[in-house]
């Protein structure tokens, strides 16, 4: 983050010794970023109806974790962009804000190469049976199975979660973005109980989708001015 003066006009900054949110967009606004990183998770799941769902090598399975990792680096640069949306006030939001930005990434991160093996899996195996076997050796090595299939892989979530009602404590974003976010979650959580298949976790990615397109719409609106706190002598 460049924090040197810049000749140009001044840019507002709320006197709390952390820089106000910069409304500059960037190459790809908050509004597409937020709303594409979660569209392309429900995507890589729809291209895996055909197969349903199983470890087997080819197009639908090439296609869909091909889109999956398209998502998941999306995933890293929006937790890239927590600290420039949102402006943390105390030292529990700016606790807050860099726990979820550091999970976010190194969350998708995990993701980001859990993808890259699958996709590798799927262009050097014949079938499903030899694909399997090849995720297997990968997670034969210590700690790999927790940090890139699970756990580490899931944590993501959680830290979208923080940082969706986060931005709504510090009124960047309204409740409602971050009651989806939080929702969608829940139901992919527990329609994962019943099976990566069933209907709910769709219905959670629809739904973490729609929270996330709402929050990144708010967050790419200028933030409100800082209201200035010093007076002068007449106390006006």
Same mark, same amino acid.
């Given at each position: 983050?460049?924090?040197?003066?810049?000749?140009?006009?001044?840019?507002?900054?709320?006197?709390?010794?952390?820089?106000?949110?910069?409304?500059?967009?960037?190459?790809?606004?908050?509004?597409?970023?937020?709303?594409?990183?979660?569209?392309?998770?429900?995507?890589?799941?729809?291209?895996?109806?055909?197969?349903?769902?199983?470890?087997?090598?080819?197009?639908?399975?090439?296609?869909?974790?091909?889109?999956?990792?398209?998502?998941?680096?999306?995933?890293?640069?929006?937790?890239?962009?927590?600290?420039?949306?949102?402006?943390?006030?105390?030292t529990g939001q700016r606790i807050a804000l860099t726990a979820s930005a550091?999970?976010?990434?190194?969350?998708?991160?995990?993701? &980001? %190469?859990?993808?890259?093996?699958?996709?590798?899996?799927?262009?050097?195996?014949?079938? #499903? +049976?030899? $694909?399997?076997? /090849?995720?297997?050796?990968?997670?034969?090595?210590?700690?790999?199975?927790?940090?890139?299939?699970?756990?580490?892989?899931?944590?993501?979530?959680?830290?979208? &979660? %923080?940082?969706?009602v986060l931005a709504a404590v510090v009124r960047r974003a309204t409740p409602? #973005? +971050?009651? $989806?976010?939080? /929702?969608?979650?829940?139901?992919?959580?527990?329609?994962?109980?019943?099976?990566?298949n069933h209907w709910t976790v769709p219905l959670g990615m629809v739904c973490?989708?729609?929270?996330?397109?709402?929050?990144?719409?708010?967050?790419?609106?200028?933030?409100?001015?800082?209201?200035?706190?010093?007076?002068?002598?007449?106390?006006?």
């Amino acid at each position: 983050m460049n924090l040197t003066s810049s000749t140009g006009p001044a840019r507002t900054r709320i006197d709390t010794g952390v820089p106000a949110a910069d409304s500059a967009p960037g190459p790809l606004s908050d509004r597409v970023l937020f709303a594409a990183a979660p569209a392309l998770f429900l995507g890589g799941w729809l291209l895996m109806r055909p197969i349903d769902g199983q470890s087997e090598p080819g197009g639908w399975w090439t296609a869909a974790h091909a889109v999956w990792l398209a998502g998941f680096v999306l995933f890293a640069v929006m937790g890239l962009r927590f600290g420039r949306i949102v402006g943390a006030r105390t030292t529990g939001q700016r606790i807050a804000l860099t726990a979820s930005a550091v999970i976010v990434v190194v969350s998708s991160l995990a993701n &980001i %190469v859990q993808l890259v093996i699958d996709l590798v899996g799927g262009f050097t195996s014949a079938n #499903s +049976a030899e $694909l399997k076997n /090849a995720f297997s050796e990968v997670k034969d090595i210590p700690g790999a199975e927790a940090l890139i299939y699970g756990v580490g892989a899931q944590l993501v979530f959680v830290g979208l &979660i %923080v940082f969706a009602v986060l931005a709504a404590v510090v009124r960047r974003a309204t409740p409602g #973005s +971050a009651a $989806l976010v939080t /929702a969608g979650t829940v139901v992919m959580a527990v329609g994962m109980g019943f099976g990566r298949n069933h209907w709910t976790v769709p219905l959670g990615m629809v739904c973490l989708l729609a929270g996330l397109a709402l929050l990144g719409r708010e967050a790419d609106r200028p933030a409100a001015p800082a209201h200035r706190t010093d007076r002068g002598p007449s106390g006006a």
